[in-house]
């Protein structure tokens, strides 16, 4: 009996769908039969967790597998056979696991004899180097996106965002009615969290007031965050429409997906607005904005003090200060909505 093991329908310990479907006694008469040309590993473990990565890759168009860090697909990784291994990420476990994987050809990072990572190829090395030195970070001026193309040995082109995050929009719709939002309404999201490595991320609390009370009369505006800014949430929830701190990442999206125009610093909810192309307007307190590629319905502002706190991982509350509130509604205004 035929069995087509290189096909990308072929689950290895079942019959698949199509044989189940078709009648098929096994693989040699198959008209569906689509073989796997290139196999790609792309090891990504840092930054989010587990569910945020799956919700953005689970319904990709261009991943056939996704498997999570664990014993079994550790062990699995270390059997397996692949022509390409992409990995840009420079800390273990990521790197440790990619000086066990068998690949053809390796691109990105793994873990050197000395205990500190190193590139694969040389086109991993510029984005490695502004990693090890704060000097070099700062007179780079490339956008991730170009040191990573550069790092996989790719043509960078300016190419969009390929993911699109994942809307319920029975969730946003009953979020509008909840919180009589109407459709002739200007919404304007208010991000108040960051991750915990850069405490500086985040925009002071009074500079949020400050520009609430000048555009509340304008916008409806809704204040986005995640567990860690409940406080925060507490503080600010009687000058605006709060969503829910501990929703999903469908949900958050979701409600994104309302708004007219985003304010942010520096985090998550800005990459997910450049995928939605949100009109949005990033606030940088301590990290690079050119490492952001540049898109029309994105505004940067720079902190003034930006140089004197680069990559500093300490809360400074003056930083955090140092963006008024009259810059922000300056962009605002400027936005075609």
């Known amino acids: 009996m035929k069995f087509n093991r290189d096909c990308k329908s072929f689950p290895g310990v079942y019959a698949c769908e199509i044989m189940k479907t078709e009648g098929y006694e096994d693989c040699s008469n198959c008209m569906f039969y689509e073989p796997i040309e290139k196999k790609i590993l792309i090891i990504q473990l840092g930054a989010m967790g587990d569910v945020v990565r ?7 168009q261009h991943v056939d597998e996704i498997l999570t860090f664990g014993s079994e697909s550790y062990t699995r990784l270390q059997q397996e056979h692949f022509d390409v291994l992409f990995n840009l990420e420079i800390s273990p476990p990521a790197t ?5 994987i068998n690949a053809k050809e390796k691109f990105g990072y ?29 007179i780079t001026k490339k956008s991730y996106q170009e040191l990573i193309f550069k790092a996989l040995d790719l043509e960078y082109k300016k190419q969009d965002y390929s993911f699109k995050p994942k809307i319920n929009k ?32 985040t925009w002071h609390l009074d500079k949020v007031k400050e520009l609430i009370s000048k555009i509340k009369e304008d916008y409806k505006i809704i204040l986005l965050g995640g567990p860690n800014e409940l406080d925060k949430q507490e503080e600010l929830e009687k000058l605006a429409i709060t969503n829910d701190f501990n929703n999903t990442m469908e949900e958050f999206c979701s409600v994104l ?13 800005l990459h997910l607005a450049i995928a939605m192309k949100k009109p949005t307007i990033a606030l940088f307190f301590t990290t690079p904005s ?11 502002i720079d902190s003034p003090l930006l140089e004197n706190y680069f990559m500093s991982d300490q809360y400074h509350e003056e930083l955090t200060k140092s963006i008024s509130a009259e810059e922000v ?3 605002l205004k400027s936005m075609s909505m």
């Open 96 to 100: 440790l696991l990619a000086n066990l």
């Open 257 to 269: 997906s309302i708004c007219d125009v985003l304010i942010t610093g520096d985090s998550l909810h």
């Open 170 to 201: 029975e969730y946003a719709q009953t979020f509008l009615k909840i919180n009589h939002l109407k459709k002739e309404d200007k919404i304007l999201g208010i991000n108040i969290g960051s991750a915990s490595r850069f405490p500086s991320k």
């Open 290 to 300: 050119w490492q952001i590629e540049n898109y029309n319905f994105l505004k940067k």
């Open 54 to 60: 799956s919700f953005f890759l689970e319904n990709s």
């Open 110 to 138: 793994f873990f050197d004899k000395d205990g500190h990572p190193s590139a694969f190829n040389k086109g991993a090395e510029t984005y490695l180097h502004t990693a090890f030195s704060d000097y070099l970070n700062r």
């Open 329 to 331: 509604l300056k962009c």
